[in-house]
């Protein structure tokens, strides 16, 4: 019963930037850890960012200083915010969570992604 879907992505400059959304839905009793995924192109999957229920935040280095993670608890959800963007940011993004369902147990969910291009 629970999706997470994504939005914001598309084709920009390099140097432009983007903000991605995700909205978790369904029988949420609580989420712990949001993050954000990507794979590029014969690359393997690799987290950009996470962010915990208490609000701690964490982003591979090639984004430090240039994104920034952030999240509603009352509202499930999760946004990232990409700057300064670069060729090498191009990539399927994905949203990820940590969720107690209404059953009781706590499983990792993942959005069906967003394509990011950045391009001239």
């Known amino acids: 019963q629970v999706q997470l879907v994504e939005s914001g992505g598309g084709l920009v400059q390099p140097g432009g930037s983007l903000r991605l959304s995700c909205a978790a839905s369904?029988?949420?009793?609580?989420?712990?850890?949001m993050g954000w995924y990507r794979q590029a192109p014969g690359k393997p999957r690799e987290l950009v960012a996470a962010?915990?229920?208490?609000?701690?935040?964490s982003y591979v280095d090639s984004v430090k200083g240039r994104s920034t993670i952030s999240r509603d608890l009352a509202k499930n959800t999760v946004d990232l915010e990409l700057n300064s963007l670069r060729p090498e940011d191009t990539a399927v993004y994905y949203c990820?969570?940590?969720?107690?369902?209404?059953?009781?147990?706590?499983?990792?969910?993942w959005g069906q992604g967003t394509q990011v291009t950045v391009s001239s």
């Open positions: 962010i915990s229920s208490g609000g701690i935040t």
């Open positions: 990820q969570a940590d969720i107690r369902t209404d059953w009781g147990s706590i499983r990792r969910y």
């Open positions: 369904g029988s949420i009793i609580s989420i712990n850890s």
